[in-house]
């Protein structure tokens, strides 16, 4: 296990598609984090599990994000009904401890919408 | 509402030089900075931590320091290389549960 693996590094769909990524965390972390980052920006928080818990959930996920971690080992992220406001590169993080000490980045799943 | 941000868009240096990048934060409560490098197409790298109980620690190269008073860190590179070319953010977390990044600092190295 050599990182945070991300799963498709590129995704082109027309608007009004639904896509999924998925994220393979360091296998002994507990806890996974999504971010997405826009041109020119740092990433922004969406969402975050402990285990297969979702605990939090930023304003930034809207209806039509969903994230899931059923078995507390990889993650998906679904975007139903994609805008041209959803193309962004979305990112995956994953940490061991209570808290970002730790924190490991993988590289991203670059989504454009059409 | 809470806020990390840079002051410099862009810096160029020239290789040899030491780089020294700039971030000021607004939230008060914060605990923990991390300092990320980023490069084209891969995702946040970490460079340097440090939490609010110090003011400077140093890593191969790099140094970081915190200004609580004035609510302001930075980054030092010594000697810069072409490799260290790269988008630099801070961030921040108070709790340690998510982390508030800035908007980034593009770092040009001159040959």
């Known amino acids: 296990d050599t990182g945070v693996s991300q799963d498709p590094r590129h995704k082109i769909t027309k608007r009004g598609q639904n896509v999924t990524f998925r994220c393979d965390p360091i296998?002994?972390?507990?806890?996974l984090y999504w971010y997405r980052q826009t041109l020119g920006q740092g990433p922004e928080f969406l969402t975050y599990f402990q285990n297969e818990a979702q605990l939090e959930k930023s304003r930034l996920l809207s209806d039509r994000f969903s994230a899931e971690r059923p078995k507390g080992s990889f993650s998906t992220l679904e975007i139903q009904r994609t805008e041209q406001g959803d193309s962004a590169m979305y990112l995956c993080a994953s940490s061991s401890a209570t808290g970002v000490y730790g924190y490991t980045f993988g590289s991203g799943t670059r989504l454009t919408v059409v | 509402g809470e806020s990390v941000g840079l002051h410099l868009p862009t810096l160029s240096v020239q290789e040899g030089d030491n780089s020294i990048i700039n971030c000021a934060y607004s939230?008060?409560?914060?605990?923990?900075f991390i300092w990320y490098k980023q490069e084209s197409g891969k995702g946040p790298q970490f460079i340097i931590d440090i939490r609010s109980n110090m003011d400077k620690r140093q890593g191969q190269r790099v140094t970081v320091l915190l200004n609580k008073t004035v609510k302001h860190l930075s980054l030092q590179i010594a000697a810069t290389q072409p490799g260290d070319s790269a988008v630099y953010f801070c961030?921040?977390?108070?709790?340690?549960?998510?982390?508030?990044f800035g908007t980034g600092t593009q770092l040009k190295v001159e040959l």
């Open positions: 296998s002994e972390h507990n806890r």
């Open positions: 939230n008060s409560a914060s605990d923990y």
């Open positions: 961030a921040e977390t108070s709790g340690g549960n998510k982390l508030t």
